[in-house]
């Protein structure tokens, strides 16, 4: 089984390089798994882009700390593809699911690490353990999208994770690691995948506003970056399907121009 794993899509350049994505790779991945925190206007999801995102082709949303960003994301998060960190204790929604794609279940995870993240959190170690043992009595197949901070965090739930979890892949940073490996008990890992958003900016938003905060130290309304180059981050995971081991973690990065997405 061959998933696509996309990391935060920042607003409408993200969401347009996904597109030119798998236009150019159509029918190459069995399953398409999509951070949507910052897809709509680079905070939160609207209904709008929930539908856009469904028509790509897109079969599992996940999101993080943003998921709440827009209010009428209440409106959706009851849709059963469309998941919020699982260990927000009392939360509308759901953080978990079990899917299928061309006869092959798999179940997916969305937690979110608690290290300077300023929410109310339960343990995303002990939510795992709880989810995991629920998912698989019924796949082998279980992937984690765990939204955090910090690479201390994700590494260790990484390997806590190992030989359970298929693939653990870290979002929320936007910035891409180059640690992709398969762990020893077949977990495939990687810290994060990084965003797809335009990449002459800070983690997707206009750079101006970002170093205005910086040097002030007020407040500032953030905008979406949609001048320049897009950068599309992603990492391919192949997993077996008996058993649910990863066989293989591949991570692509391509910089598509303005010129080639207005083509499509
Ligand atoms: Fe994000
Ligand atoms: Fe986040």
Not at 100 to 107: A, D, I, S, T
Not at 114 to 124: H, M, T, W
Not at 225 to 236: L, T
Request: proline share 4%; net charge negative; glycine share 10%.
């Amino acid at each position: 089984m061959r998933f696509l794993l996309v990391g935060d899509i920042i607003g409408k350049p993200g969401r347009k390089a996904l597109r030119y994505f798998l236009a150019s790779y159509p029918s190459s991945f069995d399953a398409v798994i999509v951070n949507v925190e910052n897809s709509a206007g680079g905070f939160g999801i609207t209904r709008k882009v929930y539908e856009e995102l469904k028509k790509l082709g897109v079969d599992v949303l996940t999101s993080g700390n943003h998921i709440w960003d827009k209010k009428e994301v209440l409106e959706i998060i009851d849709e059963p593809d469309l998941l919020r960190p699982a260990n927000y204790p009392k939360a509308p929604g759901k953080g978990y699911g079990l899917y299928e794609k061309r006869g092959v279940m798999f179940g997916v995870i969305n937690l979110m690490g608690r290290v300077f993240l300023d929410c109310q959190l339960e343990n995303p170690f002990l939510t795992f353990d709880n989810l995991y043992d629920q998912l698989s009595r019924h796949t082998p197949i279980v992937l984690v999208d765990f939204h955090a901070e910090t690479t201390s965090e994700k590494w260790a739930f990484g390997i806590y994770a190992d030989g359970r979890a298929s693939v653990v892949y870290g979002t929320h940073t936007h910035v891409p690691t180059a640690d992709q490996i398969i762990l020893p008990g077949g977990t495939g890992y990687v810290t994060d995948i990084g965003m797809t958003g335009c990449w002459y900016s800070v983690i997707g938003m206009k750079h101006q506003q970002a170093i205005q905060r910086f040097l002030t130290g007020m407040p500032q309304r953030y905008e979406v970056e949609e001048k320049g180059d897009v950068v599309f981050n992603a990492v391919i995971a192949e997993v077996e399907e008996t058993k649910g081991r990863c066989v293989k973690m591949e991570r692509v990065q391509l910089y598509i121009s303005q010129e080639e997405l207005r083509e499509l």
